[in-house]
């Protein structure tokens, strides 16, 4: 090898130092018609420093180029998977061949790096599997481990990039373990690839070592995250984003809001796996950290400068996405200790709340063991106000309306903070998603509600929510949340109407209802038939032609629409014989519909099992009815 | 389709053309005689993959020798005549950069000629939306037809009418749905009119070289025509407007960043420390299936969110994908193959939340 201080030497040193300029920063300001410009003239360097390097071995190498051919093993394909031969026999990494062979190695890597940037494959992949072959001949050390740890993570990209998961898994996986291995065995701060390169004057601290070193680690389980992604091992790549996450926020390599987001999006991992305690963590630390990224700009400061206009949009609709993150860790709380409590009519099971009361205790015990044992997000500095964060919230199922009503409480907060940034005029959608969980919590909690009268009043917010926007929208851009909201509102009108006739129930029987209770029950059924009915008309072809076959994501809502308007129907409470059968007749023709339907559609019966039964059943029932009252009619007349 | 409003199942359709192969034209591809792929009927096309060579099915397969009048006729027609009944159509071109889908949608591209039998669908499409409202146009029926022209390039858009503008933002609106606020909008009255907005849009474009590719679209291209028609019938007037989309995606080989990439690793080194793709990793990983109501906090590309009517909505669509069949391309023909055969199943779910538990006593 050349002296390290002779000009030749100090020439590679130069074209290095170019080359990684080149790739870096000029690459960036490459034109348009000529993107990858500065990157081929990098390549042109590098070979350059390879033929020196090659040159100078000629040179003085003798003893050493028999040593290389006496190593010379057969040369199979390096495909990692579990060896790690590396520890074993070969070169010592700070012996002459050892470094040479490092060195030659790196400029391989960058040359592969290279040609995979400007999309030269199958080149790069020989340049990189050129640099493998020959860091085989070493052992790990310090001098060559960022190296090896280097390489693999690049092939690894390579051969996922071709569908090839497996491949890719085994160069990560190897990296991995070598990390692992070398921390443990060694650990000393590693020589950074590009010191082969330089003169001594300018080597690295063993800080800047240890940093980079530890980033290159960070990328290896990012890789990993999406190799497991991609090979359906969902629940591994969730732990390995995870340890990502964390290894960013100790190496204090992050940007505090980028990193929020994917903390929060995590949480909707934990929620969807009914993981609350991991979800609320993540949450928790989503708030923090999005903290960490300074206050938002004002509205004036935003009108005086562009970047602070942009800052100022980003850190709201940052915030706001993660308020809504929440909103849904509220409501699946909400709803799932619904789905716990309830009975088979959908009403509070009080011996389950009493059962479940007593349980709560061990869960206690359970959270506080589980807190140990998960992995958690945090530095010396955030750690505690994370906790803190996270006291404001159950992570246990609330179990009676108190408890319901305090996660709903720190829900709606939320809603009113994501709708200060996703305002109806400009974020539609948005801000429409926002509104249908205010109104799925206010849901939640009215099952908790012992008070009927409340409520019914919880309902009501619900339509005062609702009902303005599914008028308004435009049916033609929004035909789907329209359909949504038409839905909603009619099970909420079904709803109100339900409570009404059981709290008119409770002080008399239904014949002797007053006319004002009546009146109300009346307006209450119309209005969700209308609904339903209003569902049903969407479906209308424009020339006003109902379907006859109806598409599979919109049959069931369909069949049940024409079945819950049969329904409702018939309950209008009416003392005229001439309504009332109008009534009956226009109910039995829904209830046919629904028959008739699955009769030409066999396959639509599953999904409709309940529904059909019992419209079969009215079918057959409701002409016994009319007929009573045609002769009560007769006989009236 | 399923949610199209008829009814009529088929919201998305996917053609695919497979190009003529190249000679002469500097492309890396030229003088590449072998082939990878036969087109076995009018809606299949084998590709000669190893071991065993894999059928694709679509709605359409156009072989080497089909017309630009035929393409036009089989995709564009219906679309265009559904526009003006008040429906948006979208059509979009999707495949790798070199296989055709400039001189599909455009045609040759030094063209001027109006009349050029070599023209392109978007052409043929001004002509008969042009032919038709003049057709249809009379005293109680009015038309009004206004273009704007969009490119989305790094999930910025950018105004391809004025290139002095800065880059523009989504919005939308209760009444009009998304929209690209500030976008100039050009009135038109005639086929040639449109034309001449498009192909003064179309040079302003952003194209690269690399020594793969002698030129390369690195952006999507949008043009929309909105039209609307006024009818007076006894005093009432009846207003409707409808869109019409071209889009001319970036070549597939540089989707690097949206769906279409399928297993790619997203690299760290070109994004620096902020790692902010990891989101993308968690976000694939949030389970829809099991009914759960969740929020990802990544939107899906500008793209996507523009074109959401179009993908799966209340609107008529169809995707040509185009394909070379040089052997050469059999890695980008796959992948072609594949997103199309994706895009046929792309559905919006409109979920409703019906929960009949507790109301049917």
């Known amino acids: 090898m050349a002296a390290v201080n002779t000009d030749e030497w100090r020439a590679v040193c130069d074209k290095f130092t170019n080359a990684q300029h080149l790739t870096d920063v000029e690459s960036r300001n490459d034109p348009e018609n000529d993107p990858f410009r500065s990157k081929y003239k990098a390549r042109e360097l590098l070979r350059e420093i390879y033929c020196s390097l090659k040159s100078f071995e000629a040179g003085e190498g003798e003893e050493d180029s028999g040593a290389e051919s006496a190593d010379q093993r057969p040369t199979e394909q390096p495909v990692d998977g579990q060896k790690l031969d590396g520890f074993g026999q070969g070169f010592s990494g700070d012996s002459p061949a050892g470094l040479r062979a490092a060195k030659l190695g790196a400029v391989e890597y960058y040359l592969g790096v290279n040609h995979v940037d400007t999309e030269e494959l199958s080149a790069g992949q020989e340049h990189l599997t050129n640099c493998m072959k020959l860091l085989e001949r070493c052992r790990v050390s310090s001098e060559n481990v960022s190296l090896f740890l280097h390489v693999r993570n690049q092939l690894g990209i390579l051969w996922a990039g071709r569908d090839e998961m497996e491949q890719a898994q085994g160069y990560l996986e190897t990296a991995e373990s070598i990390y692992q291995h070398y921390m443990k065995e060694d650990g000393s701060p590693p020589t950074d690839m590009t010191e082969y390169f330089t003169t001594e004057e300018n080597l690295l601290t063993h800080q800047e070592r240890t940093k980079r070193f530890e980033l290159a680690y960070t990328h290896t389980m990012y890789y990993l995250a999406q190799v497991y992604k991609n090979i359906g091992q969902t629940e591994r790549a969730a732990t390995y984003c995870q340890s990502t996450l964390q290894r960013q926020l100790q190496l204090n390599q992050f940007s505090p809001m980028e990193w929020a987001l994917n903390a929060a999006t995590l949480s909707q991992y934990y929620i969807t796996k009914g993981k609350y305690m991991e979800g609320r963590h993540c949450l928790s630390a989503a708030t923090v950290i999005s903290g960490l990224a300074g206050e938002v700009p004002s509205e004036a400061a935003a009108q005086e400068s562009e970047t602070e206009c942009e800052r100022r949009e980003q850190l709201r609709q940052k915030r706001a996405e993660i308020a809504r993150c929440w909103i849904k860790y509220c409501l699946n709380l909400l709803q799932d200790a619904k789905k716990l409590l309830e009975d088979n009519i959908g009403e509070l099971d009080t011996d389950r709340q009493e059962e479940l009361t007593r349980q709560r205790r061990r869960d206690e015990e359970e959270e506080e063991k589980g807190r140990k044992s998960a992995l958690l997000f945090g530095s010396e500095d955030t750690f505690d106000s994370i906790a803190t964060v996270e006291e404001r919230v159950l992570c246990l199922f609330p179990l009676d309306f108190t408890e319901a009503r305090s996660v709903f409480l720190v829900g709606q907060n939320y809603v009113t903070q994501a709708k200060e940034y996703y305002q109806m005029d400009g974020y539609v959608t948005d801000h429409i998603e926002i509104l249908q969980d205010h109104s799925a919590l206010f849901r939640a909690l009215a099952f908790f509600e012992e008070d009927m009268e409340r409520r019914c009043k919880m309902h009501k917010r619900r339509v005062d929510m609702l009902e303005p926007i599914c008028n308004d929208l435009n049916s033609q851009y929004y035909l789907l949340i329209r359909r949504q909201l038409m839905f909603e509102l009619a099970e909420t009108y079904s709803d109100m109407m339900d409570l009404k006739l059981t709290l008119a129930n409770r002080q008399a029987d239904t014949q002797s209802l007053d006319n004002h209770t009546i009146k109300k029950f009346n307006h209450l059924c119309s209005a969700s038939a209308k609904y339903f009915q209003m569902f049903l008309d969407s479906l209308r072809s424009p020339e006003g032609k109902f379907p006859e076959h109806l598409e599979d994501d919109v049959l069931r809502p369909a069949l049940v629409a024409r079945f819950r308007v049969g329904r409702l129907q018939s309950r209008l409470i009416s003392s005229s014989l001439s309504v009332q059968m109008e009534n009956l007749s226009k109910s039995l023709e829904d209830y046919k519909y629904v028959v008739d339907y699955c009769e030409t559609h066999p396959a639509a019966a599953h999904a409709v099992e309940t529904e059909l039964e019992l419209s079969k059943e009215m079918v057959d029932l409701l002409p016994l009815k009319i007929n009573r009252l045609k002769a009560k009619m007769a006989a009236n007349n | ?361």
């Open chain 2, 1 to 361: 389709l399923s949610l199209s409003r008829s009814g009529d199942s088929e919201s998305i359709k996917v053609f695919v053309r497979v190009r003529p192969l190249t000679q002469g034209t500097g492309l890396t591809t030229d003088g590449d005689q072998s082939l990878c792929l036969t087109v076995t009927s009018s809606n299949t096309i084998r590709l000669l993959s190893k071991p065993e060579p894999r059928t694709f099915t679509y709605d359409h397969v156009a072989d080497m020798d089909t017309s630009q009048d035929s393409v036009f006729s089989i995709v564009a027609k219906n679309i265009v005549e559904s526009c003006m009944n008040g429906y948006n159509g979208t059509i979009f071109a999707y495949g790798q950069t070199g296989s055709g889908k400039t001189f599909t949608m455009l045609g040759p591209s030094e063209l001027d000629n109006f009349t050029d039998e070599l023209r392109g669908v978007i052409p043929r499409s001004f002509e008969y939306l042009f032919f038709l409202i003049n057709r249809e146009s009379s005293k109680s029926k009015s038309f009004l037809c206004k273009c704007s022209f969009i490119e989305i390039y790094n999930e910025q858009i950018y105004d391809l009418l004025d290139t002095a503008s800065a880059s523009l933002f989504l919005r939308e609106n209760i009444k009009k749905g998304m929209f690209v606020e500030g976008a100039v909008e050009k009135f038109v009255n005639s086929a040639a009119e449109a034309y001449q907005v498009l192909s003064m849009g179309w040079r302003n474009r952003r194209v690269a070289s690399t020594s793969m590719n002698r030129e390369s679209s690195r952006s999507h291209a949008v043009f929309t025509m909105t039209l609307e028609s006024k009818e007076s019938v006894n005093d009432v007037v009846n207003i409707r407007t409808s869109q019409l989309n071209l889009v001319d995606l970036a070549g597939s080989e540089r989707q690097k960043d949206t769906h279409t990439e399928g297993s790619r690793l997203k690299e760290a080194s070109s994004i620096n420390r902020s790692l902010m793709c990891l989101g993308q990793v968690i976000m694939a990983l949030v389970d829809v299936s099991n009914g759960k109501n969740r929020h990802i906090c990544y939107r899906d590309s500008k793209l996507t969110f523009l074109l959401r009517d179009s993908l799966g909505g209340n609107a008529k669509t169809y995707i040509i994908a185009n394909v070379h069949p040089g052997s050469k391309c059999f890695g980008e023909s796959l992948s072609t193959l594949q997103f199309a055969q994706r895009a046929k199943l792309i559905k919006n779910k409109a979920i409703i939340n019906e929960d009949t538990q507790g109301n049917v006593r």
